[in-house]
């Protein structure tokens, strides 16, 4: 076991944890956190995405202990005018993808406004405004099994403004 200190969503919390634990796992059946969710547990939906220190991550692909007193958000730390967004623009259905829909947005967002380059740009000819296509690439890590993607990139590109 090992001895780690989680902080999440501004607080911090001690943990006696088994290091092969994910940040997921930890989060969800320690802290009592069940924004983030378990879709396939292999990196590929997405459902399961926070924020480290700002930046999207697949918290099921993070081991607990590597995330250890670095800052941690979680949708329920989250108050983000993309939520009233998703709502406006019905950016969900069942609403299991979308707290990791929104955390990765927020993140997305981030990385965009630095400049970090994506499949269907490059540096050069980087848009001012992200387009929807632009939208549609960046985000296709999350993916939403009752296909409201129509509304998830109307919200976000109402946010990005
Ligand atoms: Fe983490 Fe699907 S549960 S990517
Ligand atoms: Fe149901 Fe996205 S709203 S999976």
Do not use: W
């Amino acid at each position: 076991m090992a001895e780690i200190r989680l902080r999440v969503n501004g607080a911090g919390e001690a943990l006696d944890v088994d290091p092969r634990v994910s940040l997921l796992d930890a989060l969800r059946e320690r802290l009592g956190l069940t924004g983030p969710k378990k879709g396939c547990d292999q990196g590929a939906c997405g459902a399961c995405t926070v924020l480290a220190d700002g930046v999207r991550i697949n918290s099921c692909l993070a081991l607990a202990v590597q995330y250890a007193d670095r800052e941690i958000t979680t949708i329920e730390g989250i108050e983000h005018p993309l939520q009233e967004a998703f709502v406006k623009h019905d950016g969900f259905q069942c609403g299991y993808c979308t707290s990791g829909q929104i955390c990765s947005a927020i993140g997305m967002l981030a990385e965009h406004k630095d400049g970090t380059p994506s499949a269907v740009t490059d540096d050069e000819d980087e848009p001012e405004a992200l387009s929807e296509e632009e939208i549609r690439e960046r985000m296709s890590g999350n993916l939403c099994r009752c296909g409201a993607y129509n509304g998830i990139v109307e919200a976000i590109a109402e946010v990005a403004g």
